[in-house]
T-cell receptor, first 116, second 112 residues
Framework: AQSVAQPEDQVNVAEGNPLTVKCTYS??????LFWYVQYPNRGLQFLLK??????LVKGSYGFEAEFNKSQTSFHLKKPSALVSDSALYFC??????????????FGKGTKLSVIP | NAGVTQTPKFQVLKTGQSMTLQCAQD?????MYWYRQDPGMGLRLIYY???????DKGEVPNGYNVSRLNKREFSLRLESAAPSQTSVYFC???????????FGPGTRLTVL
């Protein structure tokens, strides 16, 4: 079975400081990994994904994520946080092998607050 | 390009009432999905349709039915609503079953 964990319910960071939102996963085969962002009362917006290739993935709004196979992690990062980055962030994983491999499994979400 | 649209935005039902949530996409995507979002639980897949004419159960299908009306539209029906179905419902679509999913704005449903 595939699973994903976001160990922090909330992350607070000062504006201008680097931010990291953590994600770890568990799959049987190779993972496809995604980050989505949700602003209040809105749907989820796609940020970036890792399928294969370069472990550092760059996405929308200056975000990037690093795939680390040995640590089964896919942490989301940004060099300099903006107040407008404050939102709920979801990590998601899809196992590319076995039954149910079409389904995305989402983490519980991490609320990011960027303090002016 | 509206992307994924959902109606209604808000709905209040009494226990036992039925309703249908509508979803449409204009991106010519083959696959569509219904999720529910509950506080502290992330998103959970209710049903999905890999392509027009097919539907399959997800993680939490009990109490729901779906219809893939055509390539654009995928509806979710609650036959007899229960308070446990109070949630925010999201529809999503992707070009193919394994591709990046794009989400609608959601329907906030309260069952009293």
């Amino acid at each position: 079975a595939q699973s994903v964990a976001q160990p922090e319910d909330q992350v607070n960071v000062a504006e201008g400081n680097p931010l990291t939102v953590k994600c770890t996963y568990s799959v049987s085969g190779n993972p496809y990994l995604f980050w989505y962002v949700q602003y209040p009362n809105r749907g989820l917006q796609f940020l970036l994904k890792y399928i294969t290739g370069d472990n550092l993935v760059k996405g929308s709004y200056g975000f990037e994520a690093e795939f680390n196979k040995s640590q089964t992690s896919f942490h989301l990062k940004k060099p300099s946080a903006l107040v407008s980055d404050s939102a709920l962030y979801f990590c998601a994983v899809r196992d590319t092998s076995g039954a149910g491999s079409y389904q995305l499994t989402f983490g519980k979400g991490t609320k990011l607050s960027v303090i002016p | 390009n509206a992307g994924v649209t959902q109606t209604p935005k808000f709905q209040v039902l009494k226990t036992g009432q039925s309703m249908t949530l509508q979803c449409a996409q204009d991106m010519n995507h083959n696959s569509m999905y219904w999720y529910r979002q509950d506080p502290g639980m992330g998103l959970r897949l209710i049903y999905y349709s890999a392509s027009e004419g097919t539907t399959d159960k997800g993680e939490v299908p009990n109490g729901y039915n779906v219809s893939r009306l055509n390539k654009r539209e995928f509806s979710l029906r609650l036959e007899s609503a229960a308070p446990s179905q109070t949630s925010v419902y999201f529809c999503a679509s992707s070009e193919h079953i394994a591709d990046t999913q794009y989400f609608g704005p959601g329907t906030r449903l309260t069952v009293l």
